[in-house]
Nanobody
Framework: QVQLVESGGGLVQAGGSLRLSCAAS????????MAWYHQAPGKQRELVAA???????NYADSVKGRFTISRDNAKNTVYLQMNSLKPEDTAVYYC?????????????????WGQGTQVTVSS
């Protein structure tokens, strides 16, 4: 089993910054892509940013230039630095990781999600 534990959410004024962290633990051989999604009330979950195992990144247009995703492979951790926050960034933020586990016979890749952390930006 693999667990993803997020931290760093909270309440911040517009223009402020927050840094989210997500640490993976458990039966991990390696981790391929890691990503952050967000889900606002009444809306679908959307991709915010993703980072490959080789640290290639991609971002939603709405956060380009304001958010930065990074990872520490030694710690199995992904980060999301959020600057110049706007009220429309308010949502629950979820961490996602594609984790490879290995048995004696084969390797398997599974998708795991964190429990979510609330980010609220006041105007």
């Amino acid at each position: 089993q693999v667990q993803l534990v997020e931290s760093g959410g909270g309440l911040v004024q517009a223009g402020g910054s927050l840094r989210l962290s997500c640490a993976a633990s458990g039966s991990i051989f390696s981790i391929n892509a890691m990503a952050w999604y967000h889900q606002a009330p009444g809306k679908q979950r959307e991709l915010v940013a993703a980072i490959s195992s080789g640290s290639s990144t991609n971002y939603a247009d709405s956060v380009k230039g304001r958010f930065t995703i990074s990872r520490d492979n030694a710690k199995n951790t992904v980060y999301l630095q959020m600057n110049s926050l706007k009220p429309e960034d308010t949502a629950v933020y979820y961490c996602n990781a594609r984790v490879v586990t290995r048995s004696a016979l084969a390797s398997y890749e599974y998708d795991y999600w964190g429990q979510g952390t609330q980010v609220t930006v006041s105007s």
